[in-house]
């Protein structure tokens, strides 16, 4: 999916208009994620009527008001609106946190070409890998609301944040996953090794005599979780 955008330039439908532009922020924001493509109009009557509910849908499932964790969605408006004026308006229905195509950029139609849009609301559900998920989801939404989110999370294979770092894209830091478990089981051993070593001593056994026959035992403590 990030293939698909590199290059172009999406703009976030907030107050300032921020514009993410480098290739970096556009995997950033698309990276593992699941994007609708929403094609639609101000001028469509029927895209008036789907856009409450479409905007529900999604704050409800990205919104750390109503979540407690982001679901890994992105919302991306393609407007085939007459004016910019028409889409301007537009965009105030819609989520603050979808991002948009400016009105003057010729990929709108490229896109809208692309996927074969002929009939408005559509929204295109794209894989990460840029294959199309589900051609039209607007009916498939409006039956099931947030239902539909879970079905195309399997659908799409999505690599769950809980196992991705906080720097999953600069790979010059990427630390390894199971430094965590490592830790926990060095923790483990250690507080099993002390609990030895009390007993031992009370038992009349010296804590210099019980270190000898541990590193005797082939050095199984901390050497393998380092």
């Known amino acids: 999916m990030v293939d698909l955008f590199l290059g172009k330039v999406l703009v976030k439908n907030n107050k300032d208009r921020d514009e993410l532009d480098t290739e970096r922020e556009i995997v950033l924001r698309l990276q593992n994620r699941i994007l609708m493509l929403f094609f639609g109009s101000g001028e469509c009557e029927k895209c008036q009527e789907f856009a409450p509910t479409l905007k529900d849908f999604y704050k409800k499932l990205t919104d750390e008001f109503y ?3 982001s679901a890994q969605l992105v919302l991306l408006y393609v407007s085939l609106d007459s004016s910019e004026e028409q889409q301007e308006k537009f965009l105030k229905e819609l989520p603050k946190r979808c991002l948009f195509l400016a009105y003057e950029d010729p990929y709108r139609q490229e896109l809208s070409e692309m996927f074969e849009v002929q009939d408005l609301p559509r929204v295109v559900v794209l894989r990460p890998d840029c294959s199309v998920l589900t051609a039209d989801a ?55 090794k002390k609990k030895k070593k009390k007993k031992k001593k009370k038992d009349g056994v010296s804590v210099e005599e019980e270190e000898e026959d541990e590193d005797g035992d082939g050095n199984d403590g901390g050497g393998g979780w380092g």
Do not use: H
Request: overall charge negative.
């Open 67 to 69: 979540v407690e964790r």
């Open 138 to 192: 607007v009916e498939e939404i409006c039956k099931l609301g947030q239902d539909c989110y879970r079905n195309w999370q399997e659908g799409a294979e999505l690599i769950d944040r809980n196992f991705m770092m906080n720097e999953e894209f600069d790979e010059g830091k990427m630390r390894s996953m199971t430094d965590p478990i490592r830790r926990v089981k060095y923790k483990v051993e250690e507080q099993k």
